[in-house]
């Protein structure tokens, strides 16, 4: 791994910071566990901004986890799912004696669990827009239920050669719960029809795509309404009416989280961080960055 650009967190840098306890379980390529009782004494991992490229599937039953995905604020509080796909910034801002349950899995191990995707395509489309669900009594029983299996199987320390298939199968069959799940919010919440206001909210989501994999070289609203074949004039209309923001808005929250991505996980000295986010020089890059955080990039850099 190149140390300068540490961008994002697979599964195993993870695990090689995160302090492994014999209750979890551990598969190729997948972690599965429950902790209870979690406050902000307990929490190092994500208290600054990290992309963790894994699938993510968080379960609160109790007190209350506040966070960003993205730009993007949830608090998760009991019976609450929240789904995060690989590749999206994460910072976890407080948490107050909560219970959680949680399943992170590599993106190869998911596609290994040979998932009918054309079923279950439009859950992806629709977890994108709506990545925080709450359950009904229910549906927490259930999904409660499952991980109360994940751990008898996983902590009988089977010598048998069975247990992991055994465990593979339970976490297919745990996906498609969390799939009827989300076709319940569908059936509530459905996706609209074609529409110019559906149409802005494509534009908007093509936007966001655009900003997550070129905001380190650009900045500029004309660079992305060019991408969407659009004015810059057009695109700002378009975004300003959908998110009540303006495009340079998201484009520089974005900037701003790669900034601390890097300063807090990277070996990039500031003067190395500016060129790679495209600034012409450190000045320019700490002028930028204080105006929207209200501190030098060193002075990020140093809190602990």
Known sequence: MNEKEIQSISLSQLLQVYERRPEDIYLEGCVITSHFNVNNVNVNLFQYPTRINAFVIVICSQGSISFTSGVTRHTLEGKTLFINFPGTILQTESVQSASIHAIICEE???????????????????????????????????????????????????TDPYSQEILRSMILIFTYKICRIINRHIAINPLPETSPRNRNNEYFNQFIVAISKHCTQERSVGFYAEMLHLTPKYLTTIIRKTSG??????????VILEAKNLLKHSTMSIQEIAYYLNFPNQSSFGKYFRNHTGMTPSAYKQIK
């Open 245 to 254: 923001r303006t495009a340079i808005q998201w484009i520089d929250d974005y």
């Open 108 to 158: 190869e191990f998911f596609k290994n669990l040979h998932l009918d995707f054309k079923l279950i395509s439009e859950f992806f489309l629709h977890i994108e827009k709506h990545p925080y669900l709450s359950l009904s009594e229910e549906e927490w029983l259930d999904l409660d239920r499952s991980f109360q299996d994940f751990h008898r199987e996983g902590n009988a320390r089977h």
